[in-house]
């Protein structure tokens, strides 16, 4: 078990070299504690990770993308993923409007797009897996690669 836990943090320092670091590591945290624990709820995976909505869901967009998390009802866990759909489509529609827009706010993405913002960050996190996208400047834009 301390093999896997310091080839875990390995990974996730690998992870934080990223322009998503924080994307990838939170990622990492939850595949650790579903791997530790097998499957939880939302709930009880944000009370382990102490992660926010918006952290949770484009960490679990950057594990689906990998094909590595699945919901069965409320239940996610670490399988080939069935979020696909769901995921991919939204980031096909982020990606298209990035790609019309050029420097857009998350505000107005998720305006154009007409998804909520589950939905909007874990299409975030799918495309930050493929490295697709980068964030730039505070308030963030995002433009393609």
């Known amino acids: 078990m301390e093999n896997l836990i310091l080839l875990n943090c390995e990974v996730g320092l690998f992870l934080m070299s990223t322009k998503f670091k924080r994307i990838g590591y939170n990622a990492g945290k939850i595949w650790s504690i579903l791997n530790e624990k097998g499957p939880l ?6 009370k382990y990770t102490k992660l926010s909505n918006y952290e949770f869901y484009s960490a679990v967009g950057w594990l689906a993308r990998e094909n590595k998390i699945t919901l069965d009802n409320e239940y996610y866990k670490l399988d080939t993923t ?15 409007i990035i790609d019309i827009w050029d420097d857009v706010e998350i505000s ?15 299409a975030i996190g799918w495309l930050a897996r493929e490295d697709k996208i980068y ?11």
């Open 41 to 46: 709820t939302k709930s009880v995976l944000l």
């Open 82 to 96: 069935n979020l696909t759909p769901e995921i991919g489509t939204n980031a096909g529609k982020i990606w298209k």
């Open 108 to 122: 107005t993405i998720k305006k154009l797009a007409a998804i909520n913002e589950k939905d909007l960050y874990s």
């Open 135 to 145: 964030p730039n400047g505070n308030p963030p834009k995002f433009r393609l690669k």
